[in-house]
T-cell receptor, first 114, second 109 residues
Framework: DARVTQTPRHKVTEMGQEVTMRCQPI?????VFWYRQTMMQGLELLAY????????DSGMPKDRFSAEMPDATLATLKIQPSEPRDSAVYFC????????????FGPGTRLTVL | GEDVEQSLFLSVREGDSSVINCTYT??????LYWYKQEPGAGLQLLTY?????DMKQDQRLTVLLNKKDKHLSLRIADTQTGDSAIYFC?????????FGAGTTVTVRA
């Protein structure tokens, strides 16, 4: 049963610390998405990769957030320095371009910045 | 960007049918989706419909699409307690999905 995996599932950190979240897309998928979910804003698209290339990161605060795909099996989202307003659940999703645009979501990383 | 609207809450009695409604603005959406989110979990794809269809049935789920009115609905037959969750409507535009705010469905005994 192929699934998107994310680590860590929960992260509590202090303001100013660096946070790195990891995602393993479903094998064979060539698109990766990072979302942030909060009660106030709902689901927000942060970044989109296709074939490991970043195609859209317009939803991401550029000064502190960065997203990369070092290889086809790993996507990372980094926040440095973290702030309390970054507290949210961060989801990774993967899919296959050229098909139904369907995205398959991971379980999320719940981030709390104190 | 794309606007997707959903009602926020729905309460339904166990065994009854649930109908969750969604409206959207972008008529060029190719696919429209329903996702389910249970507490502490990610979004689970329930079903999707291609924009040139007007209905799709999958076991207890029926999706209706009225493209003229830009209205999408999800009907869950014989609603069970395990159906309690947040349901998100989403529309595709190129590679992006635009999500509604989610409808919280509560199933009461």
């Amino acid at each position: 049963d192929a699934r998107v995996t994310q680590t860590p599932r929960h992260k509590v950190t202090e303001m100013g610390q660096e946070v790195t979240m990891r995602c393993q897309p479903i094998l064979g998928h060539n698109t990766v998405f990072w979302y942030r979910q909060t009660m106030m804003q709902g689901l927000e698209l942060l970044a989109y990769f296709r074939n490991r290339a970043p195609l859209d990161d317009s939803g991401m605060p550029k000064d502190r957030f960065s997203a990369e795909m070092p290889d086809a099996t790993l996507a990372t989202l980094k926040i440095q320095p973290s702030e309390p307003r970054d507290s949210a659940v961060y989801f990774c999703a993967s899919g296959r371009s050229g098909s139904t645009d369907t995205q398959y979501f991971g379980p999320g990383t719940r981030l709390t910045v104190l | 960007g794309e606007d997707v609207e959903q009602s926020l809450f729905l309460s339904v009695r166990e065994g009854d049918s649930s109908v969750i409604n969604c409206t959207y603005t972008d008529s060029s959406s190719t696919y429209l989706y329903w996702y389910k989110q249970e507490p502490g979990a990610g979004l689970q794809l329930l079903t999707y419909i291609f924009s040139n269809m007007d209905m799709k049935q999958d076991q207890r789920l029926t999706v209706l699409l009225n493209k003229k009115d830009k209205h999408l609905s999800l009907r869950i037959a014989d609603t069970q307690t395990g159906d309690s969750a947040i349901y998100f409507c989403a529309c595709s535009n190129d590679y992006k999905l635009s999500f509604g705010a989610g409808t919280t469905v509560t199933v009461r005994a």
